[in-house]
């Protein structure tokens, strides 16, 4: 069972920084992107972040400049460096790959999801 778990998410002031991570149950996941979205209070899924499979980050406006996308391969993780945050920034965090997505585990075992695989969110509260 492939799942995305993501942690991090806390209340913290407008102008301070926080990291997310967001993990990846024992599965690596093959030749796909990762992405950061947020899911603000009476409105849509937003997308912040992605990284592709050759490394290459891509950015939101809205983000640009102060969120960091990285990923530990090996670890299995991707996180996101939030500095300089807003009351804007406030919503849930979620990160998810791209649609047609595989995962594989160390004993070779592999599933691909056609939705994409996508965590439950972290809260980010700012104030």
């Known amino acids: 069972h492939v799942q995305l778990v993501e942690s991090g998410g806390a209340s913290v002031h407008a102008g301070g920084s926080l990291k997310l991570s967001c993990e990846a149950s024992g599965y690596t996941f093959k030749r796909c992107n990762m992405n950061w979205y947020r899911e603000a209070q009476g409105k849509g899924r937003e997308l912040l972040s992605s990284?592709?499979?050759?490394?290459?980050?891509t950015y939101s406006d809205n983000v640009k400049g102060r969120f960091t996308i990285s990923q530990d391969i090996d670890k299995k993780t991707l996180f996101l460096q939030m500095n300089d945050v807003t009351i804007a920034d406030t919503a849930l965090y979620i990160c998810g790959t791209n649609r047609g997505c595989t995962a594989c585990n160390d004993d070779g075992v592999c599933h691909m999801q056609r939705s994409g695989f996508w965590g439950q969110g972290t809260q980010v509260t700012v104030s």
């Open positions: 990284v592709n499979t050759d490394g290459v980050t």
